[in-house]
């Protein structure tokens, strides 16, 4: 099967009552354990590129200043490999852009290949914020690509995503929000952070779910709502982590149980980042720790290093440039030490995403997916603005 447009695959979930985990990559291989991982489960899969992802996917490691140019090859460069990944997997797979932050990411992501796109014009005053996600879904639509926007400020820090105050999203506002731009989710705030660092015993403030949904659903609007910031930092990665030698200090997640409470109410995406980066780190300590002659691999042992000066991050971005070349460009790598970096990398993806699988119940849900191409959603959306 070829990528596929994210709204029907998030109205499906709606629609039964289960939530599609969304999990962000930074290399192929992750790219391709996402799409393993889902496919031995039989459930659709929706892998995230950050724009920034897609700035260190084009060879940036300072990806924070990463150009168009640098955006547009990374994009394509994930794009191409999940296209190659999908179409042996039987499975819907679709590729969304995580927190587009203007028009330039967004194109540079639907050029390179991606079948959605999230525009984050959430720090924006609203009346801009509707401006900026109209001109999205006003490029967008016409190409069949799905719109995905945000309302309401999260606290935490993701990638060029920094608040260090909440607003929670105001669910009278969710619908005028909907009418106005034509978006067709949108993440909301309401108590999710981003980052590793979200406080003990998060309780979500799941009234405004609730709220958005209603008011939703009574102007005839299918509520397809996000919750962004929703890593459940597993202690017992961190735990390992910190006795190999991490320093990891006040991590924690979103309770799995405040999550799964809050699918009923129209929360159909889920996004994980942090999960995956922790267990990709706990991997590669433990391999090194188990192997210490490969500290001084000539490939891979400046990846340790770089572990090691860094003892209280996580982000495999960190310690990855050295090795990131080979990582992205290289189709067949035959370096052992390499390959043994790239088989740890998808074991930790298999890890967090499997179990998220089944405790959002997407898993055996393919069948109740009315697939759509983007063709199809190109004159879908046009039959919907005929209507209107
Ligand atoms: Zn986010």
Known sequence: MSIVPMKPILEAALKNG??????????????????????????????????LANAFMGGR????????????????????????YAEHADIPVVLHLDHGKDIDSVKAAIDGGYTSVMIDGSSLPYSDNVELTREVVKYAHPLGVTVEGELGVLTGIEDHVFSDKSTYTDPMLACDFFKKTGVDCLAISYGTQHGAVKGNNIKLRREIAIAASENLRHSGINPLLVS?????????????????????????????????????????????????????????????????????????????????????????????????????????ITDSDLLSLVSLIKAGVHEVVGTLIVQFG?????????????????????????IS
């Not at 055996?364 to 983007?374: A, E, H, Q, V």
């Open 228 to 332: 962004h910031g929703s890593s459940t930092v597993p202690a017992y990665i961190v735990e390992r982590i910190n006795q190999l030698g991490g320093d990891l200090k006040n991590t924690n997640g979103i309770p799995i149980n405040e999550l799964k409470s809050v699918i009923p109410y129209g929360i159909c995406k889920i996004n994980v980042d942090t999960d995956i980066r922790l267990s990709i780190t706990r991997n590669f300590r433990e391999f090194f720790t188990n192997h210490p002659d490969k500290k001084k691999s000539t490939t891979i042992g400046r990846v340790w290093d770089l572990m090691e000066q860094n003892p209280d991050k996580f982000d495999p971005r960190i310690y990855l440039p050295p090795v990131m070349d080979k990582l992205i460009i290289e189709t067949n």
């Open 61 to 84: 490691s300072d990806f924070m200043n990463g150009t168009v140019e640098d955006k547009k090859l990374g994009a394509k460069r994930i794009a191409d490999a999940v296209y190659k």
């Open 18 to 51: 289960y939530a599609q985990g969304a999990f962000n990559v930074n290399t192929v291989a992750q790219a391709e354990a996402v799409i393993e991982v889902h496919k031995m489960f039989r459930s659709a899969a929706i892998i995230q590129g950050a724009d």
């Open 362 to 386: 997407s898993f055996g849900r393919i069948d109740r997916i009315n697939t759509r191409s983007l063709s199809e959603m190109i004159d879908i959306y046009n039959e919907e603005m005929r």
